[in-house]
């Protein structure tokens, strides 16, 4: 029988999800005309509201430093506005959020995804990685590098790809049936 209890998110968690949500709405740039806890849009009310009201304008503009001195996010001026991106960190721990309290749901169509993968020996530990997070999204190994799925999963097997710039070393599938 599967657990269905989510785990409890830390505010780090959530505040990084709510960042990436709203961040995702503008291409991924959170604008900030002077300081860290100045953000404006989209403002700091709608991440505090997406959070929940636990915390202080003061509290937020330390994680946001704590985020920045960590590599989640970075600053850069973009027509004369600052701005807040997500690094490739950032998106990584972003993704291990997503996979963490992520639902399985069964296609509905009863079509399974399948995945057919050839990282190079090179980048062995991308490779295992890649495997880790397969499995994470309901993915079963069907042969050494032959992956499939009833879950539709295929928007985050998308972005895990694109993030881990795996495009050209990987294929994908629907298929009406896995024996």
Not at 3 to 30: D, R
Not at 46 to 70: H, Y
Not at 114 to 138: H, N, Q, W, Y
Request: net charge positive.
């Amino acid at each position: 029988m599967k657990n269905t209890k989510q785990p409890k998110q830390s505010m780090t968690e959530k505040i990084l999800w709510a960042i990436f949500n709203l961040g995702e709405l503008v291409g991924g740039i959170l604008y900030v005309p002077h300081t860290w806890n100045q953000v404006i849009y989209p403002d700091y009310e709608k991440i505090r509201r997406m959070v929940g009201q636990q915390i202080s304008r003061k509290q937020f503009a330390d994680f946001l430093s704590r985020f920045k001195n960590i590599g989640y996010l970075k600053t850069k001026t973009i027509e004369g506005h600052k701005a807040i991106l997500l690094t490739p960190k950032g998106l990584k721990k972003i993704q291990k959020i997503n996979l963490k309290y992520f639902n399985l749901k069964k296609r509905k169509d009863k079509k399974w995804q399948m995945i057919i993968f050839d990282v190079p020996e090179s980048d062995r530990k991308m490779r295992d990685k890649f495997r880790t997070t397969l499995k994470a999204l309901g993915y079963q190994q069907l042969q050494k590098s032959v992956w499939v799925s009833p879950y539709d999963v295929f928007r985050q097997t998308e972005k895990v790809i694109k993030l881990n710039k795996l495009a050209s070393c990987v294929k994908y599938f629907l298929v009406e049936k896995v024996d």
